[in-house]
């Protein structure tokens, strides 16, 4: 139990183009869900926190306009990557939190985007 | 602000041997804390979780112990396998329980056969 999934595995885009990732969790119900990116050979740095049925948080420096996140049921969440540039070039990855267990967060195998 | 450090960065071992991978952590009003695995180009699996109330956890060839009060978690690896090679992460999670996970930059384990 308690998978995670996220789609595309790997998307490559135009500059200016807008690519959406998706999250879900398979065989449970999250309440919460993470989104974290990844620069080669660094650490996870968490972008937001989406919560079903509400505005998602978001960490400070990132822009909540550009990365558009949205928790519509409590096993789907999805970022959206708005023009995007070269620089969002990242490993993107979330993870899911049960609505009811022991705070462990379960995480998806990422999505790869290269913007050219 | 939490900040959590791994040592070392990378370490290279021969196939049988037993290793430990460090972690520290400034603040010790910790909730818990999660050790996982992560595989070149993939997401990552947690091996471990240990709450604050809890010393250690084992799972198989794994065990994870947390001291607080000196900030400090260990991952023990028994009987190193080459499938064992990946980088290892740990993360702490603040007091409170909605607070973020603070991930370390990890150690990338190589286990030659």
Known sequence: GAVVSQHPSRVICKSGTSVKIECRSLDFQATTMFWYRQFPKQSLMLMATSNEGSKATYEQGVEKDKFLINHASLTLSTLTVTSAHPEDSSFYICSAERTSGTDEQFFGPGTRLTVL | ?113
């Open chain 2, 1 to 113: 602000k939490q900040e959590v450090t791994q040592i070392p960065a990378a370490l290279s071992v021969p196939e049988g041997e037993n290793l430990v991978l460090n972690c520290s952590f400034t603040d010790s009003a910790i909730y818990n804390l999660q050790w996982f695995r992560q595989d070149p180009g993939k997401g990552l699996t947690s091996l471990l979780l240990i709450q604050s109330s809890q010393r250690e956890q084992t799972s198989g060839r794994l065990n994870a112990s947390l001291d607080k009060s000196s900030g400090r978690s260990t991952l023990y690896i028994a009987a190193s396998q080459p499938g064992d090679s990946a980088t290892y992460l740990c993360a702490g999670r603040a007091q409170g329980g909605s607070e973020k996970l603070v991930f370390g930059k990890g150690t990338k384990l190589t286990v030659n056969p």
